[in-house]
């Protein structure tokens, strides 16, 4: 499952931030314009408006960092005989301190002059000391700049002159799941990604910059969460990713597929965090089937009270049916035939075969 503002953040080719996208997309929505999202943000007629919760600056300078495959080794983990955890890069065991940093060589040590990765700054090695210095300088004043974004978000100077909150009598999903992450997934905290064969992936997130996205740049996992690991045992592991929002099933199998490979799990605590999302999913399962429920009683009265509309009603879902079972079948025969042509061509390559042009085509 993914939200509009993650959706929006891996498609955009500049990687922007997802939540100041959203910003100017809610924007878009209000406009009459007939201009996509992103043509209309960047070159269209949305180009000039500037947010005051969302500066344009802050928009093109909050952008979330994607790893090359190259850059992934650098917080790929791997498992030693003790079942410890140990980055693959240099075989040191991985502690989730506040003794380490991020860098452009992934994780190292909060004094290693290894420079951070910087958007606005292309980072290239040097021996020179008064180099470094530059770097720190301009890091310093990024992130003094992320810091002033960060506490612009939840500046709201009306907040004061609101009407008291009236009783809640209900809860959403959603709103639990988000309340859990801003409670827990903060600037520091160390995130976890496992891809689809499991390999495991550890970093720091960055509020804007390196999130659980970064990692594989947005494409499919198996699990993702945060994770607490000291002298490279697992102390601690939890679900939460608000990119991903996996299913608690997928964290289980994760668990399982560490197990299987052999990783200490004798201090591991689970966050509370699983037990509510676990409760989360059987609410929202409960309320689908008791919806089904009520719409298959309200139609079998239908049937008896308005047997017109109830006859209506069956013939468009059959028709809605029929139609997805037609679009899956022709996107089945156009997958086998993209295979059959990748194959003939394979084999006329390997006879030494070129393919000739018709005629009518040349």
């Not at 506490?151 to 008291?164: H, I, L, S, T, V």
């Not at 959403?172 to 390999?199: C, E, H, P, Q, Y």
């Not at 099933?249 to 004798?266: H, I, P, Q, Y």
């Not at 965090?273 to 298959?296: F, P, W």
Request: charged share 30%; with cysteine; hydrophobic share 35%.
């Amino acid at each position: 499952m993914m939200g509009l503002q993650y959706f929006l953040e891996m498609v955009d080719v500049k990687h922007r931030y997802g939540s100041n996208l959203r910003t100017y997309h809610s924007e878009w929505l209000r406009s009459e314009t007939t201009e996509n999202f992103f043509y209309w943000l960047d070159i269209g007629e949305g180009k000039n408006i500037e947010l005051d919760s969302c500066p344009r600056d802050r928009l093109e300078r909050e952008k979330v960092r994607y790893l090359s495959r190259e850059e992934r080794q650098y917080y790929l983990v791997k498992v030693d005989d003790e079942g410890r955890l140990r980055w693959a890069k240099n075989g040191v065991r991985i502690d989730t301190t506040e003794k380490f940093k991020d860098s452009i060589h992934g994780i190292v040590p909060a004094d290693d002059p290894t420079p951070a990765f910087n958007p606005e700054v292309v980072p290239r090695l040097s021996s020179s000391m008064s180099s470094i210095r530059s770097r720190s300088s301009s890091l310093s004043s990024l992130e003094s700049r992320r810091e002033a974004d960060r506490a612009a978000k939840y500046n709201d100077p009306d907040f004061d002159q609101q009407p008291p909150m009236k009783k809640i009598t209900h809860f959403s999903a959603s709103t639990i799941w988000n309340k859990m992450l801003r409670k827990s997934v903060r600037d520091g905290t160390w995130i976890f990604v496992a891809d689809t064969s499991f390999r495991l992936y550890v970093g720091i997130k960055a509020s804007g910059a390196f999130q659980h996205s970064s990692f594989l740049q947005g494409s499919r996992i198996s699990a993702a969460g945060l994770i607490k690991i000291k002298n490279g045992r697992i102390s601690s592991l939890s679900p939460l990713s608000g990119h991903y929002r996996p299913p608690t099933s997928n964290f289980r199998a994760f668990v399982r597929s560490l197990k299987e490979a052999g990783v200490d799990m004798s201090h591991v605590s689970i966050s509370k965090a699983y037990a509510v999302l676990v409760g989360l999913e059987v609410y929202v399962n409960t309320r689908k089937k008791s919806k089904k429920l009520i719409q298959d009683m309200m139609h079998r009265k239908d049937k008896v009270v308005a047997p017109e509309v109830a006859h209506q009603r069956e013939e468009e879902a059959k028709d809605t049916s029929q139609s997805a079972q037609r679009e899956r079948e022709v996107v089945q025969e156009e997958e086998a035939e993209h295979h059959e042509n990748k194959a003939a061509v394979k084999v006329m390559r390997k006879l030494k075969i070129r393919p000739s042009v018709p005629e009518q085509l040349r």
